[in-house]
């Protein structure tokens, strides 16, 4: 008894459906209507292929191919597919899909620049939103990160947006100058708090340094020396009495991978002679001081009992 082919054969052996599955693979497994008659796939041939489960209905005028596929980015293709050429996704879901947002909260939020709504989407209409804001990521059309970090700003706290645009900045998508555009083309509120962001996550090397002796000061911790050389390099901070070494983080310090391995290397290097390495960064010093006082006042007295027990051992 021969084989039954089933309509997986048929996607394989038909021109058409060779044709969709082509423009599938380039947007998450979808496709819409109107692609599907630019491949001159007459009307009678979409409903066949719904009707026989070779097209799934995700959307009005979008159909998954073949199988249904319920990834988050998936689900975001086809949603930004949905609300037409104009449409990007935004918001929550932009900062998701970019890296730097927490979670896939429902809905999918998209922006367009029409009056088109769609059921489980959240359209957003922004009378602000131009071409430079919008891009390609992942093959889906969603706002730029910058444009991206103006959009949630006034659904995050402060600190959570410290921390989102730290994130994005950590990225290789966002440069400080785009962040920096949008925030003046976009000066209310949002743009306020997005510039506040900024300069928290930007000090120079000297403001940096200024903050931490002042940080120490306020908090009575131990005098540190500042910019001192040890086995060879100069460090940050150096409790020679503890065995310790702060280095200060600003955002900017550890872009390239090189810069992140180099300091990993440093960090082995200094343990090595005996001296451990504590990595302070100037968003810790700016929205939890007090907790990164005590934590530091924790590990000097660590640091400072574990040096006496060795001096005992060796006596």
Request: proline share 5%; net charge positive.
């Amino acid at each position: 008894m021969g084989k039954k082919a089933g309509h997986t054969d048929n996607f394989r052996h038909d021109p058409l459906d060779r044709l969709i599955a082509g423009v599938a693979a380039r947007q998450h497994g979808h496709v819409t209507r109107r692609q599907l008659l630019e491949l001159r796939a007459s009307r009678h041939a979409i409903a066949h292929r719904v009707a026989n489960g070779r097209l799934i209905r995700v959307h009005a005028g979008v159909y998954a191919v073949g199988h249904l596929t319920t990834t988050p980015v998936a689900r975001a293709a086809a949603a930004v597919l949905a609300c037409g050429p104009d449409a990007a996704l935004s918001h929550h879901w932009a900062a998701a899909l970019w890296g730097f947002g927490k979670g896939w909260p429902a809905p999918i939020e998209v922006t367009v620049g029409s009056h088109r709504a769609r059921p489980g989407i959240l359209i957003h209409r922004s009378a602000t939103l131009q071409r430079t804001d919008v891009t390609s990521h992942l093959g889906i059309r969603v706002s730029t990160p910058a444009r991206t970090l103006l959009d949630v700003a006034p659904s995050l706290t402060d600190r959570a947006l410290i921390r989102a645009v730290a994130d994005a900045l950590h990225s290789r998508y966002l440069q400080p100058g785009e962040l920096a555009e949008v925030i003046r083309r976009n000066p209310g509120r949002s743009g306020e708090r997005l510039a506040a962001c900024l300069d928290a996550n930007g000090p120079t090397r000297s403001e940096l340094e200024d903050a931490f002796v002042a940080f120490v000061a306020r908090h009575r911790l131990p005098a540190p020396r500042v910019n001192a050389r040890f086995a060879g390099r100069e460090v940050d901070a150096l409790f020679p009495e503890h065995g310790l070494i702060v280095e200060l983080d600003g955002w900017d310090f550890h872009r390239s991978r090189v810069a992140f391995e180099n300091d990993r290397e440093r960090d082995a290097q200094m343990l090595a002679n005996g001296i451990a390495t504590v990595r302070v960064t100037w968003e810790r010093l700016h929205a939890e001081p007090e907790r990164e006082a005590d934590r530091l006042r924790a590990i000097l007295a660590a640091r400072a009992q574990l040096l006496r027990s060795s001096q005992t051992r060796v006596a």
